[in-house]
């Protein structure tokens, strides 16, 4: 029979099968936690850049702590009831102590325990900002993984609403110089922990009244955390949760007076915002203020920045009362926004050193340190390959220019300069004269 498309010769078989089996041999990340390629590294540098320039406006400083905790610090400050200490966190015991680890998978119990350890607030009040990696043991979707990054705020040792606002104006300062539109902010008050262990009364009795309509979740949560039933997405639960007793009704004066101050700041400010009467958060450490930023853009995931008020949090690990507020930022959900709006940032080379000839590679490499020393990125070409072949590279690496250095230019010891993205001369001259021109020439377009 004559062999079709449908029908593959034998040898293809084999082929196949072995390209399949080589393939599921090779080790591959692991699911929901993903590698940033070189490609997409310049947008995460450009939302890295911007948040560390607007931070450091408003007097933040940096701080860092381990990705691997006491699982107790958890425990202890997120929640033995949460989904995040029941289910999410990486676990594990140490082998060599048998201490009981978990990889991180919040900011600001670790800032907070870093501050209490070191005695940070000694010499007053801080503002501090952490970055990096986050792990929760989830069903990978778009905008949440297993391993993802967050840019967090805190303000410690100073009470609010003033702190509030400042963290929300920061916020939405941080918007604005990335360019990203649509973003919402939504707001509420879950008042004090003895106003909450009131209303948790009034909540069980209404879901008990309610129990054939509560999901597996919901039941196990009853008595142990009700407050996290109002959370809940199941579309199946939310007539019966829009019926619910309302957290507001039940909070005494202060806390009142608390939230109109914060809502009377925003409007002051100009800041728009949303009441949300159902946002609680998923951490037992707040208290009072607590809010997120959202975009209906990203589907399901839509919070890109969440936070609140944590005034216990100090108290709850050790400490003495000390009243904290802070944010964390999503940067893998922030980043769809960005990648959405068509922002690219701008390729990390100025040039690309293309070279032939007799000695050309020792003078192109002492050239390509010349221009770096300009302060000039400067990728050098070191393929061997001819002209044509170099120059494809030069355009394919998203440099300005492509520096040319051939027997002409050696033996004059300068350098051409083709412009690569616009349609201009191509010039000659010295290295200092090249440099001094691609610097002005780039400065300008800056500017």
Same mark, same amino acid.
Not at 28 to 39: E, F, S, T
Not at 279 to 298: A, H, I, K, M, P
């Given at each position: 029979m004559r062999p079709t498309s449908r029908t593959p010769l034998p040898h293809t078989r084999t082929e196949n099968k072995k390209r399949?089996?080589?393939?599921?041999?090779?080790?591959?990340?692991?699911?929901?936690?993903?590698?940033?390629?070189?490609?997409?590294?310049p947008l995460w540098e450009y939302f890295e850049d911007t948040v560390r320039d607007v931070f450091?406006?408003?007097?933040?400083?940096?701080?860092r702590t381990p990705?691997?905790?006491?699982?107790?610090?958890?425990?202890?400050?997120?929640?033995?009831?949460?989904?995040?200490?029941?289910?999410?966190?990486?676990?594990?015991?140490?082998?060599?102590?048998?201490?009981?680890?978990?990889?991180?998978?919040?900011?600001?119990?670790p800032t907070v325990r870093a501050v209490l350890e070191h005695n940070l607030l000694y010499n007053g009040p801080q503002r501090l900002w952490y970055s990096g990696p986050l792990f929760r043991h989830e069903r990978p979707q778009k905008g949440r993984y297993r391993q993802y990054h967050s840019f967090g705020a805190e303000v410690l040792g100073l009470p609010g609403p003033d702190v509030d606002i400042e963290l929300l104006l920061m916020a939405r300062r941080l918007w604005q110089a990335l360019g990203?539109?649509?973003?919402?902010?939504?707001?509420?008050?879950?008042?004090?922990?003895?106003?909450?262990?009131?209303?948790?009364?009034?909540?069980?009795?209404?879901f008990e009244s309610h129990a054939g309509l509560l999901d597996e979740d919901a039941t196990r949560r009853l008595h142990a955390n009700p407050l996290r039933i109002l959370d809940s997405k199941n579309p199946e639960m939310q007539s019966m949760i829009e019926g619910a007793p309302r957290l507001m009704d039940a909070l005494g004066d202060a806390s009142r007076q608390n939230f109109?101050?914060?809502?009377?700041?925003?409007r002051d400010a100009g800041i728009e915002y949303?009441?949300?009467?159902?946002?609680?958060? !998923?951490?037992? *450490?707040?208290? &009072?203020?607590?809010?997120?930023?959202?975009?209906?853009?990203? @589907?399901?995931?839509?919070?890109?920045?969440? !936070?609140?008020? *944590?005034?216990? &949090?100090?108290?709850?690990?050790?400490?003495?009362?000390?009243? @904290?507020?802070g944010f964390g930022i999503g940067v893998e959900r922030t980043l769809l926004l960005l990648?959405?709006?068509?922002?690219?940032a701008a390729t990390p080379l100025d040039a690309y050193v293309v070279h032939q000839g007799e000695g050309a590679t020792q003078y192109a490499m002492g050239a390509a340190e010349s221009l770096r020393d300009s302060g000039l990125a400067v990728a050098l070409d070191c393929s061997g390959a001819g002209f044509k072949s170099q120059m494809k590279k030069a355009d394919a690496s998203g440099a300005r220019y492509a520096v040319v250095i051939g027997a002409d230019e050696m033996a004059a010891q300068q350098v051409s300069v083709k412009a690569l993205r616009e349609a201009v001369e191509q010039t000659r001259g010295t290295l200092a004269q090249a440099a001094a021109m691609m610097v002005t020439t780039m400065n300008s377009k800056r500017g």
């Open positions: 399949k089996n080589q393939m599921s041999n090779k080790i591959q990340a692991i699911r929901g936690m993903n590698d940033v390629l070189p490609d997409e590294s450091r406006r408003y007097g933040y400083r940096n701080i990705i691997v905790e006491r699982t107790e610090l958890f425990v202890r400050g997120v929640g033995a009831v949460t989904d995040i200490v029941e289910k999410e966190m990486y676990s594990f015991t140490d082998a060599m102590n048998g201490d009981e680890l978990s990889l991180r998978p919040e900011g600001t119990a990203i539109e649509g973003v919402q902010l939504q707001i509420n008050t879950i008042g004090s922990a003895e106003e909450r262990r009131a209303f948790r009364e009034q909540l069980i009795k209404y109109e101050a914060v809502q009377a700041g925003l949303t009441v949300n009467p159902r946002l609680v958060r !998923g951490l037992d *450490y707040y208290n &009072l203020t607590v809010f997120e930023w959202v975009c209906d853009r990203l @589907g399901a995931q839509s919070a890109i920045c969440s !936070g609140g008020r *944590y005034d216990g &949090l100090f108290e709850q690990l050790g400490g003495k009362p000390t009243p @904290g507020c990648e959405e709006s068509k922002m690219r």
